[in-house]
């Protein structure tokens, strides 16, 4: 069983997840990047002062459910039983790039399970957004709170989600 675990990340908070994901599964590793890349929006938990505007055109961007350009991964996911997708939450929703690559890549996923990194990650619709976008019903979802993700809460947060991955795999 074949597992990729995919992500966009602009300050590293989803990809430090996404490795802890991948690392548990034992599954590949990939990065969504921007064609053009945003400069990082949060600094130690915090809006960046010097990055105003581009907080803001990010929030809108993501509130109106826009995409964005982003280039070709590096890993085709149509090889994989299954494709773990992890997206920053911004303003409740998912990140473009994030939209862009499930838009992308509906037809070639056979399974999938999401996540997502956010200061609060009590009230939002990323995940229904991404099951429409998907057209897939995911196996498992998570969301980790952001100061949760570098940390060795991490690996706590993650078990049950991962358990869930395994066993939809073995059911598969
Ligand atoms: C433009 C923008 C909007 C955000 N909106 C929310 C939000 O609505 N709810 C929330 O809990 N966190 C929000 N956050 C915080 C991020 O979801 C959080 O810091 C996340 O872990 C960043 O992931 P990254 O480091 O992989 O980019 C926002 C961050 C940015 C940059």
Redo the contacts with the bound molecule.
């Keep these: 069983m074949k597992t990729l675990v995919v992500c966009y ?7 430090s997840v996404a490795e802890c994901i991948a690392q548990d599964l034992r599954a590949d590793l990939d990065a969504i990047e921007e064609v053009k890349a945003r400069p990082p ?2 600094f130690a ?1 915090r ?1 960046s002062k010097a990055t105003v505007g581009a ?1 803001m055109r ?2 809108l961007a ?1 509130v109106f459910g826009r995409c964005s350009k982003i280039a070709e991964t590096r890993i085709d996911p149509s090889g994989y039983d299954l494709v773990v997708v992890g997206t ?5 929703s998912l990140a473009p790039a994030v939209r862009s690559y499930l838009k992308r890549h509906r037809h070639a996923l056979q399974r999938v399970a999401f996540f997502c ?5 009590s009230k ?1 619709r990323v995940f229904n957004q991404m099951r429409g976008l998907s057209g897939q019903v995911p196996v498992a979802t998570i969301a980790v709170r ?1 100061e949760d ?1 570098r940390t060795e809460a991490c690996p706590k947060a993650i078990g049950e989600f991962v358990a869930q991955i395994r066993a939809a795999l073995q059911a598969a």
Aim: proline letters at 7%.
């Design positions: 990340s602009n300050s590293g908070t989803t990809m929006l949060i938990g809006k907080f990010a929030a993501a920053p939450v911004w303003a409740g990194s956010a200061g609060d990650p939002m952001s993700a």
